[in-house]
């Protein structure tokens, strides 16, 4: 058969494409015109080298081969032009190096602790409590020292590898104490402590959490009630010296502006102050001292449910505190007993005998009003515990900006362990003062449960404790008033 001869190129090529099955356009040049118009995209491998992400290079003079088809689908690739692998980019090297501080050169070292200034320092630090030491870091250099000593006896401050000799080992946890101090009672950003301790950032960021759990951990150390009773009998000694036999220590609901507040609690923690707080019931002496903190609890919470589960309270009605006996007068003179400490509160609590509260709307002329304005005098050593507690550590005042309501806890209860710690240094001092009681003194300082569940409360009805309730409480104001007359005939009668 004699070859068919075609009459143009175009003849030629449709026959060649009808036979193999090309179609009428060649895919090759499909797939380049799909790739031009974006009907493609190319794979991560392509867009990790430039140089494969343009087709054209897979045709060479446009003219396409099954072989670089392969090639631009190949993942094994990793050779440059040359044929060589390609080398990582090293890393840039440091523009600094990074050096440990030293901690004999800090700022704090050799403006308050080096041996040429300590003496003053803790001269100043004690008697001036406006003085530069106090301001910063809130409390004496001789609470510091206690700090420090108690932190290395326990163990809880230990040798490292840059800190091997017990010298700089004290420095350092004198440093490390005393920059924890300066956050806690100024709220001061963790990253600027390293100018004045040569000691880094995340250090003093460990150290905190460290300070707080260990400090926590000996909480029943310096917060309790008193656990004698000869210890109960000094501090109701002092509120009978006020009129109110029987009494143990003020009661009252302390809230805490949580700043970072999870959106998921906020429900439960915006009360009447219109942003998520956190509650403690705080239980406090005649002198300002804290006898007991609750378990923390969420800003709607009012004092009459957080009394319900408020171990203190729990253990000063049905523990041996139930059987103390007290005498008090009666409007004539006649000398009775009473059995039970009781605390006294405002009116927002419940009508339990071992809480008064004053009598609401009385005036003053009244026997009740009276009482009511007596007890209520009193009760402000609670109030001034809160503001005292706030104004010392700005953490609680500030706005607290942990997320973890556990945290959250440790900060208060370890702020209230070093108002106790300050109490009892003022106490040793010879002075027939209360402390702060009025007027501003010199050096003056301005058991907890941490299961949130209710605790029994007793079998009696509520009928039968708010009538125990109310026999007290005019009890107390008949005492009150007969006091307040016989003291009042002594005064005026001649020597």
Same mark, same amino acid.
């Given at each position: ?16 494409? $009808? ?18 118009r974006g009907l493609i995209v190319p794979d991560p491998f ?23 088809? %392969? ?9 440059? =032009? ?5 080398? *990582? ?10 050096? &440990? +501080? ?24 004690? *008697?001036?409590?406006? @003085?530069? &030491?106090?301001? !910063? ?12 000593? !108690?932190? !290395? ?11 091997? %000799? ?26 600027? #402590? /390293? ?14 959490? !460290? ?9 029943d150390e310096y917060i309790f009630y008193p656990r004698t ?10 509120? *009978? @010296? ?28 915006? +009360?009447?102050?219109?942003?998520? /707080? ?64 009781? #605390? ?10 071992? #809480? ?26 609670? =109030? ?46 010879? /002075? ?28 009696? +009805? *509520?009928?039968?404790? $708010? ?29």
């Open positions: 058969m004699a070859p068919h001869i075609h009459s143009s190129i175009e003849e030629y090529e449709e026959e060649v494409a $009808a036979e193999f099955g090309f179609g009428a356009h060649d895919p090759i040049k499909n797939l380049q015109d799909e790739f031009n392509d867009i990790a080298n430039s140089r494969y992400t343009n087709l054209n290079n897979l045709f060479d003079n446009n003219e396409p081969t099954i072989a670089n088809i %392969d090639y631009w689908y190949n993942d094994n690739i990793d050779t440059n =032009e040359d044929g060589d692998k390609p080398q *990582r980019k090293k890393r840039a090297q440091n523009a600094y190096a990074y050096k &440990f +501080g030293d901690v004999f050169i800090a700022n704090w070292y050799l403006k308050f602790l080096h041996p040429n200034v300590r003496s003053m320092t803790y001269h100043l630090s004690t *008697r001036d409590r406006y @003085g530069t &030491f106090r301001c !910063l870091f809130r409390v004496p250099l001789s609470k510091v020292d206690e700090l420090v000593q !108690l932190f !290395l006896s326990r163990g809880w401050i230990r040798k490292t590898q840059h800190c091997k %000799d017990d010298d700089r080992l004290r420095v350092k946890a004198q440093l490390l104490i005393m920059a924890t101090l300066n956050i806690i009672g100024h709220h001061t950003p963790v990253r600027t #402590l /390293t100018t004045n301790t040569e000691i880094s950032t995340s250090e003093h960021r460990s150290f905190l959490h !460290l300070f707080l759990d260990n400090m926590y951990s000996i909480k009773p000869n210890e109960l009998h000094d501090v109701m000694e002092k509120y *009978r @010296g006020v009129h109110l036999p029987g009494c143990g220590g003020s009661i009252d609901v302390v809230h805490l502006k949580w700043s970072t507040c999870p959106a998921g609690d906020r429900n439960r923690c915006i +009360g009447k102050e219109g942003y998520p /707080t956190l509650a403690f019931e705080v239980i406090t002496g005649y002198d300002r001292e804290i006898f007991g903190v609750s378990s923390i609890q969420f800003g709607t919470r009012n004092d009459q449910h957080i009394v319900k589960i408020d171990a203190n309270v729990n253990k000063i009605k049905n523990d041996w505190y139930k059987t103390v006996e007290w005498e008090y007068y009666d409007q004539f003179g006649n000398r009775h007993k009473a059995v039970g400490v009781y #605390l006294i509160c405002d009116g927002g609590y419940l009508r339990w005998p071992i #809480l008064i509260c004053p009598y609401k709307g009385e005036g003053v002329a009244t026997m009740k009003g009276y009482f009511s304005a007596n007890l209520e005098s009193v009760r402000k050593d609670v =109030e001034c515990v809160f503001g005292i507690l706030k104004k010392r550590w700005k953490i609680l005042e500030y706005g607290i900006r942990f997320r973890d309501i556990k945290v959250v806890e440790k900060v208060f209860v370890v702020c209230c362990m070093l108002h106790n710690m300050m109490l009892q240094e003022m106490e040793t001092r010879e /002075t027939t003062f209360r402390v702060g009681r009025g007027s501003p003194l010199p050096g003056d300082a301005i058991s907890l449960a941490v299961l949130n569940r209710p605790v029994p409360v007793g079998g009696e +009805g *509520r009928h039968k404790l $708010a009538t125990e309730w109310g026999k007290r409480r005019k009890a107390l104001a008949a005492h009150l008033q007969y006091s307040k007359r016989v003291l009042k005939r002594r005064r005026v009668s001649p020597a």
